[in-house]
């Protein structure tokens, strides 16, 4: 094998496809990234036996082939060379890399052990924008489960209808919620469950600048029985779907309540910072007390004292009183840009809703923690 190609191209190729390298002792050839030059198209791929991603880069092929290499060696050293040409080669046991007057050698493992990347059926795709699936997926998977023994909560939930597409993330104490639109839908209604894991490289895949001729603003969808493909901008990601019901989380969402009140995020989150330095160790409870002229916002330790601030707000309803994770809480408006939150609240025992006032397809629910 011997291609060249621009070093911005082959580092932000390595970029999307080395992160799921891991060190897997047993099987050490997951820990390289393949790359191959065949029928004039030269593609990086890695994959950890269920994720699969494939980087497609412009270049010249001089010579076809395959090999593998240590991902995480090769991406820290094409980082370091000159925005040049990048002449690879590989002979024998070694890959040759050359960029102006550096030089060198990685050891590598032959491609025909490197295992298949599945392919994925594209008879039906949905397509949507890049950026806007980008945010909303950052605005759910923070809320997903990372205790397995559920499999259930320990993805993104999707479900695609016509134009719309929903996704829901929970661990049981608190729940993200944001619907976008597709640009072209199925044709029929579908459901599935996505891996944390793979929803958490697909923020990163989608965050890759990739070169002038090959970006795109849409990112197309393809699913089959089991498995699914992502695709955007010369970049495939494939990943296996989690099998399970995803429980119905709509019947914990509050219909009505008994107090509003409109807040400045800024000094929300200011005031919940504040008062989390003053939270018990363990339980993170924060206090939310909404009056008529205002939020308060307070904690109490035995152990390091008091902590008490007064936002003005909007309120109207019922003077309602409800303790919090700060941690979860803080999650919830770090995810949230807007300068006005919404806080619909019914009582100190019923989970809290909280919106941004800007944007009405994003929602934020956090279980209380009961006295």
């Known amino acids: 094998m011997k291609i060249i190609s621009l070093q911005k191209n ?26 191959s030059a065949q029928a004039g198209i030269i593609k990086l791929m890695s994959t ?51 960029c102006g007057e550096y030089k060198t050698k990685i050891k590598g493992i032959a491609a025909e052990e490197f295992p298949l990347i599945p ?43 016509g134009d719309s597409m929903l996704l829901v993330g929970t661990d049981s104490y608190r729940l993200s919620e944001k619907r976008i639109k597709v640009k072209s839908g199925l044709g029929e209604d579908c459901q ?42 010369g970049v495939e990601l494939v990943s296996r779907l989690i099998d399970g019901r995803y429980p119905d989380y709509k019947q914990i969402i509050p219909a009505k309540h008994e107090c509003l009140a409109v807040v400045p995020r800024d000094e929300l989150m200011r005031a919940v910072k504040a008062a989390a330095i003053f939270s018990r160790t ?56 807007g300068p006005e939150l919404v806080f619909e609240v019914v009582d100190d025992e019923t989970p809290c809703l909280i919106k941004d006032k800007a944007d009405k397809d994003y929602m934020y629910l956090i279980m209380p923690i009961k006295k």
């Open 192 to 233: 599935f469950i996505l891996p944390l894991r793979t929803a958490q490289e697909l923020v990163r895949v989608a965050s890759v600048e990739y070169d002038e001729e090959s970006e795109s603003n849409d990112l197309v969808l393809y699913i089959s029985e089991n498995q699914c493909l992502f695709a955007v901008g």
């Open 119 to 161: 392919n994925i059926s594209r008879d039906k795709g949905v397509s949507i924008d890049k950026n806007e699936f980008k945010k909303a997926l950052a605005q759910v998977v923070f809320s997903v489960s990372t205790d397995e023994s559920r499999a259930e909560l320990s993805g993104v939930f999707f479900s695609i209808s």
């Open 10 to 35: 082959l580092q932000n190729s390595l970029f999307a496809t080395s992160h799921i390298a891991q060190k897997n002792t047993t099987l050490p050839v997951l820990n390289n990234i393949l790359i």
């Open 48 to 98: 950890n036996l269920e994720i699969g991603i494939t980087s497609t880069i412009r270049g010249k092929i001089e010579e076809e082939g395959a090999f593998t290499v240590d991902a995480r060696t090769i991406s820290e050293y094409v980082a370091l060379l000159d925005s040049d040409k990048v002449l690879l080669s590989s002979t024998g046991e070694d890959l040759s890399i050359e």
């Open 282 to 337: 363990g339980v993170n409870d924060v206090v939310l007390s909404f009056i008529k002229d205002g939020l308060e916002v307070s904690a109490t330790s035995s152990q390091t004292g008091e902590q008490s601030a007064k936002i003005l707000s909007n309120t109207s309803g019922k003077v309602v009183a409800i303790t919090l994770n700060h941690r979860y809480l803080l999650d919830g408006l770090n995810s949230l840009s």
